[in-house]
């Protein structure tokens, strides 16, 4: 029988915290400034407000059925074949969303600091570090990677100080320039990515330590507000430096990073600030791994999650390498389809899980437990 994990309700807010903010503070004000402009701040402010309804959600289930995870309580709710349905999609998804992370990764890597490395070689050190880290379970991730978050965040922190003196609070104006449309495209790739994924961060709920968890739900709220805040404050930092060409660029941290100099005494920090970055990523990528292989042994009913995870490793790595021909196909899946596949696979289950909890508690007067 395989030791049963917990951690502290602290560890899994920075758990959710790392996964929440981890990729996402790389790719999203890119992406989101080029759909929404000048307001995309607002694009994000609209999914963050939806991300907390799913929030909720999720926080529901697991006080109604304490110590399950997602796959193990729709069992109860909706049954072992409609169960099944769902947790299918839901592990491929899983599968496609831990490839792209790595995809990113070695993207990042080949297109700003190591130009002549093969990206198949940066995705496969990737696979094989966040393997063992993920394979060290869940206590390991939770004590480790409180540094790596005070890491990150601290130098995003340095990014939007240091670049002060760049900012032009104009470029913020106007808001709307283009009228709503563009605002709801870009609400629609951040509801995407991250804040529909709050669904996937429910299967590390029921490894919290339940005699100290009363303060859980607060303390994850705050954790989406920080991540909210921390996503918000990089979209408009990106849009005063540079303007109009702020959707133009990827990877806008990065870039802005590349503008320090202080009296050639602080000067090319961004591998320094890249590096921190691509911190966030592999902390995301391996939550969402050690997620995969709980859920793929609760699926089929296998006691030791570990023994999936090298495997489920060396698959998402074939992937990483084959899904994609060039960037703008995977760009185009990603800000287009990924946003779709994500609210029917993710979100859906979990309403229509909340939904039919909720008639059976006021059917029977008590949770369906």
Not at 83 to 109: C, H, K, N, R
Not at 114 to 127: C, G, L, Q, R, V
Not at 279 to 307: D, E, H, P, W
Request: glycine share 8%; charged share 10%; aromatic share 12%.
């Amino acid at each position: 029988m395989e030791k049963q994990e917990t951690i502290s309700p602290i560890q899994t807010v920075l758990l959710f915290l790392a996964g929440m903010t981890g990729s996402s503070i790389v790719l999203i004000p890119g992406p989101l400034t080029g759909a929404a402009r000048n307001g995309a701040w607002l694009s994000l402010l609209f999914a963050f407000l939806v991300g907390m309804i799913l929030l909720a959600c999720i926080l529901y289930l697991h006080h109604c059925y304490p110590g399950l995870s997602l796959i193990e309580y729709s069992r109860q709710a909706i049954g072992s074949g409609l169960s099944l349905l769902f947790a299918v999609p839901f592990i491929l998804t899983l599968f496609w969303q831990e490839s792209a992370i790595v995809m990113e990764i070695g993207d990042f890597f080949k297109s700003t600091m190591m130009k002549n490395t093969p990206t198949s070689f940066i995705n496969a050190m990737f696979f094989i570090t966040i393997g063992l880290t993920a394979r060290a379970g869940i206590e390991v991730m939770a004590r480790m990677f409180v540094v790596l978050l005070f890491i990150m965040f601290g130098f995003i922190f340095v990014v939007w100080v240091l670049v002060a003196p760049y900012y032009h609070f104009e470029y913020v104006l106007p808001i709307m320039p283009d009228g709503i449309k563009p605002i709801l495209h870009g609400a629609y790739i951040s509801l995407g990515f991250p804040y529909v994924e709050i669904v996937i961060y429910s299967m590390l709920l029921p490894s919290t330590r339940p005699q100290a968890s009363q303060k859980l739900g607060k303390y994850m709220f705050g954790a989406l507000a920080i991540n909210g805040v921390t996503l918000i404050i990089s979209i408009l930092v990106s849009i005063m430096v540079f303007g109009p060409v702020a959707g133009d660029l990827k990877y806008s941290l990065y870039q802005l990073a590349r503008l320090i100099f202080i009296e050639e005494i602080i000067e090319r920090i961004e591998s320094v600030i890249g590096i921190s970055l691509i911190a966030g990523s592999f902390m995301k990528a391996s939550i969402v791994l050690f997620i995969l292989a709980k859920a793929m042994s609760q699926v089929f009913r296998i006691t030791n999650y570990r023994l999936l995870i090298l495997p489920i490793a060396l698959i998402a790595l074939l992937l990483s390498v084959t899904m994609y021909s060039n960037g703008a196909a995977f760009n185009e899946d990603g800000y287009t389809v990924w946003p779709l596949t994500d609210s029917l696979v993710y979100a859906l289950p979990t309403l229509l899980i909340v939904i039919v909890t909720l008639l059976k508690k006021t059917k029977t007067g008590r949770h369906p437990t």
